[in-house]
């Protein structure tokens, strides 16, 4: 059976559109992919989702989020995305063996924090490690943190932390940054900012049901000595990879991946595919900004199917 809206991916951004889609009864059918729930998943505490005066838990919220759009009739699936055909119309899902047409495709695979990789770092995820400064740093009042990297990003995260941390070190694998040359006097110049040339966090200390992250082992990267630090919090600043390999070859994107959608719309570059959330804002990244350009796709897809 041809669907009238298919959604690919979750998080606010996909679930948003699916509750305004399944309100204008088209009956939207989601993947949720690989991370239902996007990011809000591997965050502890929301504070600054509007509505929850108390904060909610990530997990929760996007629970809620998935209930509101079920109850108006949308059919969710924790099932990943494999191929598709955006080429011809109606276009093409593929699902592992499972074959779908649709009408329209709202597109929210979001886009994913870069990380160092170590496994301690993935067990404190929201247990004093974050990787993203404006949904958590609030939490960290009057702590020493540490935040990880060299561009722009790790410049504003690592400013914007000392409006609530005692002390914020910047650890960096090189002597220089990359960041802007505005940006890099900004933390150059900031007193309660101290930089730390040459590392790299080889590891991270603390048990999530035991006050979470305790400290850290970094490592020279000259000299290659090694030694533990105790902190409060680790910022990983080192980027964002946009989950766009599926489009690649069928949706304009911009030169790091992000979808590229027609201005003040989530219109991409085919007629009757729109893009919401992460993978296509290149610089807010927040759950009540990704939900509102899920709004915005589903209202342009409802008015793309009134034109069909």
Known sequence: MKQKVIIIGSGPAGLTAAIYAARANLEPLVFEGIQPGGQLTITTDVENYPGFPDGILGPELMDNFRKQAQRFGAETHFKNVDKLDLKNKPF??????????????????????????????????????????????????????LVVGGGDSAMEEANYLTRFASKVTLVHRRDSFRASKIMQNRVLKNPKIEVMWNSVILDMYGEPDRGGLTGVKIQNTLNKESFKMDCD???????????????????????????????????????GVFAAGDIHDVKYKQAVTAAGSGCKAALDAEHYLENL
């Open 233 to 271: 919090g680790v910022f990983i600043a080192v980027g964002h990879n946009p989950n766009s390999d599926l489009f690649s070859n069928q949706l304009d994107l911009n030169e790091k991946g992000y979808i590229l959608t027609k201005e003040d719309t989530s219109h991409t570059s085919i007629e």
């Open 92 to 145: 093409v899902v593929h699902v592992g063996d499972e074959r779908y047409e649709s009408d329209t495709i709202i597109i929210a695979t979001g886009a994913s924090a870069k990380l160092l990789g170590l496994d301690s770092e993935s067990k404190l995820m929201g247990y004093g490690v974050s990787a993203c400064a404006t949904c958590d740093g609030f939490f960290f009042k009057d702590k020493e943190i």
